[in-house]
């Protein structure tokens, strides 16, 4: 059990949330393999591995059946009672399938006994193809070491690269929608992290910087929100900053590990759009607790908090719609529970509730009166999730996951003048390999 807590520390790293420059990251990909395969090749083989690549990787094929009392969302950015279900379908990078492929790649090279370079890249149809990390890591003292490339944030337990979780979607809701990737994901930029042990625990903390723009990383990154009449208008993310801090702490003797996570951000961008003209300013602030501890010598348990709050003002000297010249808040939280179940070296179960509340409020500087007008809009998603997975024989393994949701919000739709909820379930058959 302590091996595998102890591994967590480096291998629970959050999914990133915005899609890459493809020519240039697909470009980057192929550097990476030949100097990892190159490298490998020339490496002589020793006890210990220690000049020698080391690759993991998982693919496979999800399927998904999905049903919901409403199909559409009644009207919609009122209620929104279909997308706020926030089922696999919901804000998909690629056009949704039921039936869609996936996969995930991991490598790690070292250069010297204190440098390592290290990659992790993942395609499916939620987030998109992506590079989340491609970094050096250097160690410069045996507490001391810094980071430095497309580094992750660290601010979640998503467990996108964890080679044997019993999880097709996450328990966690940021964890499965792009538009959290600037808190859950990664950038270019540079870390520093001590990591030590003091009596019976290991601690581990760390601070960074992230420029999303850089590279064209991530160019049109903004949080929630597409600061243009729609997200088909062009927009220019002129401004995209973040700075984050993060401590893990694990008990070596019952392997209870704590994480708590801060990571804010201040962005500007600017719409062309004839009607706007607009340049709007936007900070956020983002802050994610975990606990993780075991109930038996087979089954563990994990409770996760975050919460999130953007503020963004749009200025037009041009505008004479709703579009500009106001202000938003924009405040999420989320709470999770699960507990997992080795049921076998070949089962696992897993159970999950997590709670959704958004809670959006719009201020206009003009005199046009927008329906949102000083109101507070409410919303909250409720989901449990159970899931199994079990190992076959050679790497092949299935999971299979039911999702239930119901959600309901503060505003009652014009069209239908009711709030009931509405809600909906998926079930979901991943059959995958890992090496």
Known sequence: MHAQQLHTITKKLPIAK?????????????????????????????????????WSYQLGTDAWRISASTQVDSNLGIVDERSNLLL??????????????????????????????????????????????????????PFLGARLGVVDYKTSWCRTYESNSVWIRDVEPICNFQNFRDVTGGAPGAQVFVQNT???????????????LLFNYAPKEFGDFVPAPSPEDPYLVQSNKKVGFNINVLNLDNAIEGRLSF?????????????????????????????SFPINKTVTGRLTHFQQS???????????????????????????IEVASQLS??????????????????SVFLSYDFFFKDDLRETKIRQLNAA????????????????????????????????????????????????
């Open 198 to 212: 003091w009596e019976s625990y290991l601690v581990q903390t760390q601070v960074g910087i992230y420029r999303p």
């Open 388 to 435: 199994w997975r079990h190992h076959w024989a050679q790497g092949f393994f299935t999971n299979i996951q039911l999702i239930k949701s119901l959600h309901r919000t503060s505003l009652t739709s014009e069209a239908t003048n009711t709030r009931t909820p509405s809600n909906g379930y998926a079930i979901g058959l991943r059959l995958g390999y890992q090496y």
């Open 18 to 54: 915005r899609t890459v420059g493809c020519k240039f990251w697909c470009s980057a990909l192929t550097v990476c393999i030949s100097i990892f395969n190159g490298a490998s090749a020339k490496a002589q083989p020793s006890i210990d591995d220690v000049d020698q690549a080391k």
């Open 345 to 362: 070296p070949r089962d696992t179960l897993g159970i999950g509730l997590s709670e959704a509340t958004y809670n959006y409020k719009e």
């Open 88 to 141: 696999p379908d919901t804000d998909t990078k690629w056009q949704y399938r039921n039936v869609s492929a996936y996969g995930w790649v991991i490598g790690n090279k070292p250069l010297t006994r204190d440098s390592t370079v290290a990659f992790k890249a993942q395609a499916n149809q939620t987030l998109g193809l992506r590079v989340d990390e491609a970094l050096i890591e250097s160690r410069i003292s």
């Open 310 to 336: 953007q503020d963004a003002t749009c200025l037009s000297e041009v505008a004479a719609i709703a579009a500009c010249n106001l202000n938003y808040t924009f405040k999420k939280s989320f709470n999770a």
């Open 263 to 291: 990571i804010k951000g201040t962005q500007q961008a600017f719409t062309p759009d004839s009607d706007k003209l607009g340049t709007t300013t936007q900070s956020n602030e983002a802050i994610y607790a975990a606990l």
